[in-house]
């Protein structure tokens, strides 16, 4: 803000300050008309003191105001918190984060998508302020060239990459796999979970902190007691502080005066009687000193009542209790920790205590050059005035340094630079008898005193107001804006990841549909290939069976026509007979391997018509080898040639055709003796040639008869033989079942080849089952995950949309400002 406007702000209220009542601004000029009373007399009770009542109720006013805010604020802050942890545990446990604007980073020119992954054109008069803010956070694009410009898109969601600037982004988020960006963006969110609980423990702290800075020996210890009227730090002309002490009222520790010392205050619990160690009053001084050789402590923690009423009590006065921290003396040893000290954010407001016969050192110069950078406002207090005799001259000399050093509080030097005597101000000691006797005593101070109780009034009441006020700055607004930073980011994030999370849903949901198409073809293929196999198998076996019955049986039928044997006469009959037996059945077996090679072939055909079946499946054919399939043919037939195998009494096979012969020559005899009157024609060639011509005859015919039978025997032994094996093995045959046992063996052997490639194919297609099933259980997992992501992206996007748009109340609501008088710059 410019100073014109400053100056303009405080003339505005010094208008103001004549209707009191109408502005809390006024309660800085009615404080100052209240001084004399105030500290010439016994503080009146607000009921009986109009003036200084509506200066009251001002301050009032104000920290009411102030007390809603930092109650709305705390109360963001702990909704942003809890948001935050529900982006954090699901990043941990369900969703690894994308990090906006590096994740997929082509798709980022992309459009945003609906439910159904399809493209929308954002139609920006609906959107909330909100999402309008985040959309065209995301779509804006720029160089985004090293890491840098990526983190620099987003305000508080910075990751900690660690690899410089100057990295490119391609580089740096090439090497960075998601869940390390995961990681990263973990760490991120718990660094600003811790800093948003601070942030609401400094919000929720209506104390505030008033460091106490300044040269050695400038009067700073007795400044702290001046301002709470007693002695509560030790006064030495030697250097004495050499820790940071902090005196805070008697109820920050539960109504108990002590005296912590601290040797880490990072570490330093007020419950935790581990953290410290309780000094004792008496020794606070020794303490003090001897600590600046031993070094033990880092600080004290000085619990201490503030006698005074509430009005006048500066610790603990019901509107703004202050905690005042007197630091060491500032020299080359001590500049850079309490430089480090002033830093901190629970530092309200620096006092810079200089003395005025010293003027500024080059250490406090150095000091306030840098304060005034982190705070923008320093109060200045020109302590030991009365040492000084030309005051003007010095005033104006001191005004000139403060000008070079920290020219905004130049500016308002007025309310911001003091000239005052700290030792004017009488400060109640222990040994005090009571409070009374002390105030009645400032009655009785000369000119100069008074003047200076003036002025040291005149500071305090600057003071306490400048606290008040810069309060709201100092607690409210970091808080404020780091959250307002935050929500956006939050808001970025969330939505970024919400499109992703839309966009994988979708892409998911068409993978899931393929997935279940995939699998009920698949299915169905499985059972239409395994009846297929089945019913091929069935078909073939058959089919090789009957091939084999047919075959055999009419090989064992026919096995006398086609064989022959080399006859060598009677002497070799028995080896034509053996011979006559295996080349018999050597035909049977020609007809055995015949059916074998055609159930082979047959079984080829099948096994590459099953084989077929998968060809659309992933793996190999399984190799069958079809070459030892019928390696194994069991016990050779194994018929003995027997004697009886030589001679065939079955006249029904043997002479079938010659009794034929006979029956019909026997039968013309029969009908030709009929016709010469039957027996009467043998007992006629009888008688005609006599019984012993007829006897004599006989015995020669019997004779020829025996020769010509026998020489037909003989003559017929080789077809015996034939007829004889051949029927022999037939029945053999017949009765061991040969033909369907052999058939059955070649179609056994067949199917088992049949089953192993059917077998296969089922596998695989079990397998391509199985792997279908996987995919779609997986796309099923991505679909839900993600689908449960963009609701949950979404239900954080409307909580954060509220929280964003409490804060934009908050901010917009400027009521409480109008206690604001000294503008601060963020
Ligand atoms: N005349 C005069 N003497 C003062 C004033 N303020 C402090 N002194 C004296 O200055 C000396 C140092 O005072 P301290 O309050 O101990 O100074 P300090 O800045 O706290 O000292 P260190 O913390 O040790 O740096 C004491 O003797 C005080 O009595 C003042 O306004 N006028």
Redesign the pocket.
Known sequence: MSSSFMSASFSKNKQKSSKPSENGLSNLQSFRGNIKTNTSSVPSSPSTEPKNSNIHNGMFKCNQAFAQKSKKLMGLLSDSCSILKQVRETNKQRWDLHYPFVSQMPELQSPIYDDKGLRIVSNKTQMSKFKQKVTDRLQFQSDMSTSQDFNSKLNVLKLDLKKGDTSSAETVFGDLKKDAIATLLDGCFANIIKRCENLHARVSDTSSKVLVA?D???????FVNALLKREVMP???Q???TLFCEVLDVQENDGAEEIHAIKDFTSYKRTDASTFTVIEWNDLYDTIVNNEESGEYAQLKVYTKDRRNAQESLLHNGIIDIALIDC??LNRDTLKTTALFARQEEIDVIIF?VSAENHFTLSAKEFLSNASKEKAYLFIVV?????IRMQEKCRRAILEQIKEVSPRTHEHAEDLVHFV???AIKVEKDDDVNHSSRLSSAIDQNVNDIKSIEDFARLEESLRTFVLKKRSKSKLAPAQHYLDNLVTDIGVLVEFNKNIAQRENYKAGIELEEAERTLNKLVADEKAAAATADEAENRTCEEIGDFTRRSLERAIENVDQFTSCEYHGLVYIWSYANDLRDSMLDEIYREVLASEENAKKQTAKCIDLIQDLGRDLRGEDKHINLDKMYAKRGTPISINIEISDFFDFNLNDRFSEELSIVGLTGAAVMCTATKLNGLSFLWDVTYFLGFNNMRRLLLPLVGLAGIGITTYVLYDTKRVISRKVARKIRCYLKRSDYVNSQANRIVRQGRKKMRLASENIRLRFRRAVEEENSKQVSHRISYKKSEEAVKFFEKIFSQTEVVSDSLEDLLGNHEWEDYEEIPVSD
């Open positions: 300044g050695v020996n400038a009067g700073k210890s007795t006064v030495d002309q250097p004495c502080t060491p003396g205590v302590n030991r005035f009365d040492n005597t700290s030792t």
